[in-house]
């Protein structure tokens, strides 16, 4: 189903094993279906929204209809827009550049950096210390802010360093309430689970399709009409002007998607995204399959000493398929690497672009482990491809690498 699922890694032995991917949260491996829905199309590349002739013409509707299906997957209102980005990140900087005047924008330091650093006037909200501290802070924020002008709430779906989900229909009821609006960065919620922007009251949802298999350089910014229709072009060019006159201020720019799409678009990006999405919908299992990857991995972390798991919320609060950890006493970094060297395993070590999430959950794990940690993490993350063993071999690497460490602390 995922491209490389074979593939073949020298370990620092001389032998050679298949790789384990364990590395799902910074970059998804291609689906199979995303590879083909571009080789089908790369025959007939050509212009998109500029051409009469039958390349073109296909383009085109490869192009809408890959938006459509991105809208159905993402169950969107009618009148919603979907406009094609490279990223989560892009995504997020297009709305900061479209809010109204004077907006507010109410978010946690907790925040993936895509969705901390864009805004130009934040309210920042602490790290909570539980769930309900999440939403009584928002819920005090909202109430200061009632008379501050435009007010967006900007949120996580599933965090990026700890994969547990945050409450998004209950924060989008809160923000309605108040009269604000809610943002969600869904890059690793939309790859494990469905989302309802309709059923959850979503206002603006962003992802990024390198994060939801399929690795062409496109992202989606979906989301209401009036702030996007009503904002300067992000990028001002080609394609998305309805009229230029002859001097360069007489310009009219298209409302709809085409307004923040200047420029030839990524016609293939945006046909593998589609692909993506479609094949996910169609695939239910997926989702309890990798919930009982995700417990036989944290099960078998829980069981190694020297280990901590890295969190915001309780041990039992729902989660994606991204796990974090501290190792007493070991470097991240060189962890990894014996991890990759030793046994052909790719996890992520470090801070995850969520540096004061993660800089605070170390400490927190430090003092749970009653020792010194790094100051980096390690990450382990699954998804379509993963096998009990691939996360077995972690384990065992693991297991290996600490009670190595502790045989050479007591001689």
Not at 42 to 49: G, I, K, M, N, R
Request: with cysteine; aromatic share 4%; net charge neutral.
């Amino acid at each position: 189903m995922v491209l490389g699922a074979d593939l073949p890694v020298r370990l620092s032995d001389g032998t050679t094993v298949t790789y384990a991917n364990l590395d799902y949260a910074a970059t998804a491996p291609c689906l199979a279906a995303a590879a083909d829905a571009v080789n089908e199309l790369l025959p007939s590349y050509a212009s998109v929204h500029r051409g009469a002739g039958a390349a073109s013409r296909r383009c085109t509707l490869a192009y809408e209809q890959s938006r459509q299906t991105v809208a159905d997957f993402l169950d969107i209102r009618p009148d919603d827009h979907v406009i094609f980005t490279r990223n989560t990140t892009d995504a997020m900087n297009l709305l900061a550049r479209a809010l109204p005047s004077h907006t507010t924008v109410v978010t946690w330091a907790g925040e993936h950096h895509a969705n901390l650093l864009p805004w130009p006037r934040v309210h920042c909200l602490p790290v909570p210390a539980d769930l309900p501290a999440v939403v009584s802070g928002l819920t005090r924020a909202l109430a200061d802010l009632r008379s501050a002008g435009p007010v967006l709430v900007a949120v996580t779906g599933a965090s990026n360093v700890t994969g547990e989900v945050w409450p998004i229909a209950e924060l989008a009821e809160i923000a309605h309430r108040h009269g604000a609006r809610i943002a969600v960065d869904a890059a690793q919620l939309a790859p494990h689970r469905p989302v309802s922007m309709t059923d959850a009251g979503i206002d603006y949802l962003a992802l990024s399709g390198h994060k939801l298999y399929a690795p062409f350089g496109a992202g989606v910014l979906a989301g209401r009409a009036d702030w996007l229709d009503a904002a300067a072009p992000y990028l001002a060019g080609g394609g998305a002007t309805r009229h230029v006159g002859d001097e360069a201020a007489e310009v009219q720019w298209h409302v709809g998607p085409a307004r923040h799409e200047a420029g030839t678009p990524n016609l293939l990006g945006a046909v593998a995204l589609a692909a993506a999405c479609a094949t996910l919908a169609a695939s239910p299992a997926v989702l309890a399959h990798e919930q009982d990857l995700l417990k036989r991995l944290r099960d078998g972390l829980a069981a190694l000493p020297g280990v901590a798991e890295l969190r915001t919320f309780d041990v039992g609060h729902d989660r994606v398929g991204i796990v974090s950890f501290a190792v007493a006493e070991q470097r991240a970094t060189e962890v990894a690497h014996r991890l990759a060297a030793d046994h052909g395993i790719g996890v992520r070590d470090g801070l995850f672009c969520a540096h004061p999430l993660a800089r605070k959950l170390l400490t927190d794990a430090a003092e749970r482990l009653g020792c010194p940690t790094d100051r980096y993490a390690i990450r382990a993350s699954i998804g379509i491809g993963t096998t009990v063993a691939h996360v077995d071999r972690l384990l065992r690497g693991l297991r290996e690498i600490v009670t190595s460490s502790r045989a050479a602390a007591r001689r």
